[in-house]
Structures are given as C-alpha cells and as structure tokens.
C-alpha cells in the first residue's frame, strides 16, 4: 500500500465564500467615497452637522471600522487553522467593538432628534443596536462553551446585522433613493434591517446544503456497492 501523501486540491479564489466578501468589500469602498469622504477634507460643510456629537460619533465610527474590517476574518478557515491565536484575537476584538458601537449608534440616532430627526430612525437604531449585540453576545456564549458550528452560524447573523450601516448607505446611492427624501431612506433602512437574519439563514441553509451533497454522494456511492 502506498503511504505517498495525499494533495491537497488548490484554494479556488473563486469560491462564493470570497466572491461574497469581494463585494462587500467593493460597497465598503463606495460607502467611503460616496458617503464617508468628508472625513479627509476638513472643509466639508457636512462636518458641521456632526459638531455636536462629533465625541461620541468618534469611538462609534472606530468601533464600527473594526467589526466591519475583522468580521469577515472569523470566516476564513485557512486563517482559523493556521493562525488559531490570531483568529482568536480578531473575534474577541470584534465582540468588544459590535458592544460599543451598537449602543453609541443608538444614542448618537437619539441625540439627532434635536436636530429635527424623525422619531423612527431612533427605532431603527434601537432595534439595529438590540439585535447586533444580542446575535454578537450569543455567537461569544457559544464559543466560550466550544460549540464551534453554533458560533459561526451566529457570528453570521452578527456580521449581517452590522453590515445594515453599508447597505443602506449603498442602495441609496446607487439607486438615488438617498436624494427622495426622509421617507425613501426610512424604507431603505427598515427593509435591510428586515431582511439581515433572513439573509444570513439563507446564507447558512445554502453552505449546509453544499456540505451534505458530497456525504450524500459518497453515502450512495457505498449503497451501491
């Protein structure tokens, strides 16, 4: 019997995994140019909106910058076998950061009602905030009690969740619904809250499906024989 070792098939980059991650990558990089560019001109009038909360707004955007940067670090499996303390590092960072910046963006949404902000983007953000930290809480109970395939789902749910501040930001621009008026962006808002832990389930039935069809295979295969 041969005892030559087996190879391993190459890492296709094309695999949905990182086509996925690709584009979110390409709405990151939108959100900064369409929307967050004011950050590097200290001119931008806009700058005048954020004065008054502009101390809050600064560990908050850190806070979000971190989770929406390291989330996709807790789905690489290359990373979390070859690099396990690292991985471990990256998630806990992520947990600390989603706890901060989903309360702060609540309250700064709730500051903004001074400054004649509908009621409503206050609810949003509060129920946003709710459910960010609940699905980040509970991805971080299931991994302190090592129920690795329980924390990922979660972390999935978590990371659509916090993916809600990129997605609004992206329809509106692209579509141009942002220029509609409060209404349309009130839309925008509720309806990719809606559809976060929709999505992310879709997500996992569909990688659960592609991991039963080779042991269904191989189980028919042996049926057969």
């Not at 709730?110 to 946003?128: G, H, K, N």
Request: hydrophobic share 55%; proline share 5%.
């Amino acid at each position: 019997m041969s005892t030559a070792p087996v190879a391993q098939p190459p890492v296709s980059w094309m695999r949905p995994k990182y086509l996925l991650f690709a584009f979110i990558g390409l709405m990151m990089a939108y959100v900064l140019r369409h929307n967050e560019s004011f950050l590097v001109n200290r001119a931008d009038p806009v700058w005048q909106h954020y004065e008054p909360f502009k101390w809050w707004l600064l560990p908050h955007g850190l806070a979000g910058a971190c989770a929406l940067l390291l989330g996709p670090m807790q789905f690489s499996d290359r990373l979390r076998q070859r690099y396990a303390k690292l991985h471990r590092v990256a998630g806990r960072i992520y947990v600390v950061a989603a706890l901060i910046l989903a309360p702060l963006g609540a309250y700064i949404q709730y500051f903004t009602e001074r400054m004649s902000a509908p009621r409503s983007f206050t609810i949003a953000a509060a129920v946003d905030a709710v459910l960010l930290m609940f699905t980040t809480g509970v991805a971080f109970a299931f991994i302190r009690q090592g129920k690795i395939q329980q924390h990922r789902a979660w972390m999935t749910r978590s990371f659509a969740v916090a993916l809600v501040f990129v997605e609004v930001r992206v329809i509106g621009g692209v579509t141009g619904w942002d220029n509609l008026g409060i209404a349309a962006t009130e839309t925008i808002v509720w309806s990719c809250l809606a559809f976060s832990i929709l999505a992310a389930d879709v997500v996992l039935q569909w990688q659960e499906l592609r991991r039963s069809r080779p042991l269904a295979a191989k189980a028919k295969a042996v049926a057969a024989r």
